[in-house]
Each structure stands twice: as structure tokens, then as C-alpha cells.
């Protein structure tokens, strides 16, 4: 059974910096994508950062996230991370990781994915 679980949130200094982390497992193989959306409440999930998990490991970044968002994934310990940079107190949310099996749609419509985690909480204050 496919398990994501998400670390590292708490709180932090407006323009600090923190880093989640999601470990993945119960998968045959490693999912084809795997992305970190967040969510406050009243709102749908929107997306931060996608990166596939084959060949180059290719990563796309939304515009709010280019330049201070970096997502990686272990694959010796099945752990995928997203390190901010300049947290802004905008982005408190809860950050979820997720993961896909199958091809077809974007990375980041939230929609396409099979696999989410319980969320980890960040508040960022002045």
C-alpha cells in the first residue's frame, strides 16, 4: 500500500528558511512524478513544484515558487524534499506532498495524482 509522509513543518521567521521533507513507501516501483502542493484553508491545493523521477529527474517550478523553492528526492532513502528560501508569512499552508503512477496531465493540476500525504503545517511569522 502506497504511504507518503510528510515532516519538517512548524514555525519560522518571516525571510528564514525551512526544509520538508516525504518519505515514500509501499510502491513497486518509484512513482513516475512527484510533486509538494500546500493549502490554506478556504482554498483548493495549489501547486509549488513537480520533479519526474526518471532519467534527469526534470524539474518545473510554478511562477511563486521559481527562485527560492528547490525540490529534490534521495532515492537511496525514498525521501522527497522541498527546501524554501525567504519564507514569506503568505506562505503559511499546509504543505502536502503527492505522487503519480500514470502519464497523462500536468504536474501541477492536482487532479492527476494517486498518492497524497497527511500534510505537514507552516506558519510563518513577521
Known amino acids: 500500500q502506497p504511504r507518503l509522509a510528510e515532516s519538517g513543518g512548524g514555525s519560522v521567521e518571516a525571510g528564514g528558511a525551512l526544509r520538508l521533507s516525504c518519505v515514500y513507501s509501499?510502491?513497486?516501483?518509484?512513482?513516475?512524478?512527484m510533486a509538494w502542493f500546500r493549502q490554506v484553508p478556504g482554498h483548493g491545493r495549489e501547486a509549488v513544484a513537480c520533479l519526474y523521477t526518471t532519467g534527469s529527474e526534470n524539474r518545473y517550478y510554478t511562477d511563486s515558487a521559481k527562485g527560492r523553492f528547490t525540490i529534490s528526492r534521495d532515492k537511496d532513502s525514498n525521501t522527497l524534499y522541498l527546501e524554501v528560501k525567504r519564507v514569506g508569512v503568505g506562505e503559511s499552508a499546509t504543505y502536502y506532498c503527492?505522487?503519480?503512477?500514470?502519464?497523462?496531465?500536468?504536474?501541477?493540476?492536482?487532479?492527476?495524482?494517486?498518492?497524497w500525504g497527511q500534510g505537514t503545517q507552516v506558519t510563518a511569522s513577521s
Open positions: 503527492a505522487a503519480r503512477r500514470r502519464s497523462v496531465g500536468r504536474c501541477f493540476d492536482p487532479d492527476v495524482y494517486d498518492d
Open positions: 509501499g510502491y513497486t516501483d518509484a512513482p513516475w512524478q
